[in-house]
């Protein structure tokens, strides 16, 4: 019982620390050209932009690229080439990141430390042409199969049920996707 409360505490500190190791990307940006990402979550659609959780995987210098660690909270905007983004594409753009602001006002919700808890510390916006794919579907099979899964059900979902709302409430319980649901 002891080891497992151990390894517990352990395994929460080193999750807390996570922009102290020393291939985290934050380390390496001053001289930084690009950054190479990995898209490792559904693209969230917004008003005018892509909302994509990512893994930096390399920030490119002026000579060499550097493996990197860390996760990036990615706003893309919208055009005819980001709307085909999936899990796994690896894209390049400009290394212009900045920290995820805290709350200006007191008993706000604190949405710095929400994705800390992710290990998300870091956000950064592309604009048109900024970004460029790289290579496409290059992370785990499983996750691409669930991801193109999901997908399919959408697709189901949006020919068969006609009213938006309804669509809504059905991915919303059926494949947690809350970001259509009215608020």
Known sequence: ???FVTLGMLGKSSADNYENRPRHY??????????LVRVI????ERNKSYRIVSDVVGVKTADTIIPTTGKLLLYVQKDATTADLRYGDLLVGPPKVKELEAP??????????????RQIGYQ????????QL????????????????????EATIVQYIPK???????????LGKKDALDR
């Open 1 to 3: 019982f002891i080891c």
């Open 26 to 35: 934050s380390n390496n940006l001053e001289s930084a050209e690009s950054i």
């Open 41 to 44: 979550d559904t693209p969230v």
């Open 104 to 117: 200006k006002n007191t008993n706000q919700f604190n949405y710095k430390a929400y994705q800390q808890k």
């Open 124 to 131: 950064t916006y592309w604009r048109f042409k900024q970004e």
């Open 134 to 153: 790289i290579n496409q579907s290059t992370g785990n099979w499983f996750w691409s199969w669930i991801y193109s899964t999901q997908r399919g059900l």
């Open 164 to 174: 938006r709302e309804n669509q809504a409430i059905l991915m919303a319980l059926l």
